[in-house]
């Protein structure tokens, strides 16, 4: 059995690449480890009026190119390879979209799920009174991420503004409207990931207008993917998931109604006049369109073989081992990788933090546009390399984020 740790993964990943590179070997040790990581243990009052204390993390993996930036996730399988993976993955990311910026991570090992608003409000509060000192508008810029909204963002921008003496919006992103958040944030991950399955369909030849889509998620990234491949392509949702399980359509779901299901019951299992079905199932289902929209580790070298979906689109982040990318690639599906798929939520909160440091903020429609042109051209610049060396979409991904890292490294005179 292969390694799950999703560290151990990202390095793997970065290891081939460094091969197809032919990286000087000083480069790659440095891009194998994170740069700074903070550990924090957060002392949280419990509404019974007991105490619990957290632990916490923030990784900064590289700055080369600029602030690192990356969500901040409330977990409880949380762990500090997690987050290492997940910064590391935030810097190919920022790098493939040519933002200029680094990429970090932060985490918490709790469960939301059990917990109160006002303790979630404490919690988080606390975690920034832990990390402020290494956090800020030019140095390293949190977001949301698995299990934090935008209401825990603004609690989070109101305890840095409290300390630094002065309103700093710019130090997250992910903020509701009404607190210097950006158009378009909302849905941007699934919005983006969308972009790029249009011109993989195009590479395909598949008609998304009359395509099949599988969701395995049913969070922020796979409930708007939902709703924007019915209203942008007009395909058909056939089956989606949570971690509760999974629903089956033939004729097709209504995104909208699931959603309003699954805020009721907290799942979309039960959902009236659909079959039920498992995680397991959903992502071995015959559809055009698989989107994996949840956490790591979800297509293994157990399962890839199983896999009937055209075009595996992954909005989650790692949810394919390198030893399951091997099979898909050599059956023939047509991988849009997780750092390029998912990249629309840091795209739009780049734009967020642009509009911040200018105090200006776009229409929708500017949001989208922009979108619509990062993603595209991304996509086609890992399509390109994919095809010049030969190599699967993921590996393309990383020789063209990796190799703009290290030309901004050499001319830092780093390396
Ligand atoms: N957590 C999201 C991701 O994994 C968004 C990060 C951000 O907006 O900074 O890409």
Known sequence: MSDLNPFAVAQKQLDQCAKILNLDPGVQAMLRLPSRELHVSIPVRMDDGSYKVFQGFRVQYNDAKGPTKGGIRFHPDETIDTVRALAAWMTWKCSLLDLPLGGGKGGVVCNPKEMSQAELERLSRAYVDKVWQIIGPENDVPAPDVYTNPQIMAWMVDEYSKL?????????????????????????????????????????????????????????????????????????????????????????????????????????????????????????????????????????????????????????????????????????VHVIPDFLCNAGGVTVSYFEMVQNFYMYYWDVEDVHERLNKKMTVAYHSVLDASKKYNINMRQAAYVVAVARVVEAMKLRGWV
Do not use: W
């Not at 969701?215 to 509760?244: C, H, M, P, R, T």
């Not at 015959?286 to 595996?312: F, G, R, Y």
């Open 164 to 332: 630094a003496g002065k309103n700093q919006f710019g130090v997250i992103t992910g903020k509701p409207l009404a607190l210097g958040g950006s158009a378009g944030r909302g849905d941007a991950t699934a919005r983006g990931g969308l972009y790029t399955v249009r011109e993989a369909a195009k590479e395909c030849g598949i008609d998304l207008s009359k395509a099949t889509i599988a969701i395995q998620g049913y969070g922020n990234a796979g409930y708007y993917a939902a709703v924007l491949a019915k209203e942008l392509f007009g395909s058909k949702i056939v089956a989606v998931s949570d971690s509760k399980g999974g629903i089956y359509s033939a004729d097709g779901l209504d995104p909208e109604a699931v959603g309003k299901h699954k805020e009721k019951t907290s799942s979309v299992v039960n959902f009236p006049n659909t079959t039920a079905i498992s995680n397991e199932e959903i992502l071995e289902m015959e559809v055009d369109v698989l989107l994996p929209s949840a956490l790591e580790n979800v297509i293994t070298e157990a399962n890839a073989s199983k896999m009937k979906a055209k075009i595996i689109a992954e909005l989650a982040n790692g949810p394919t081992t390198p030893e399951a990318d091997e099979i898909l690639h050599k059956n023939g």
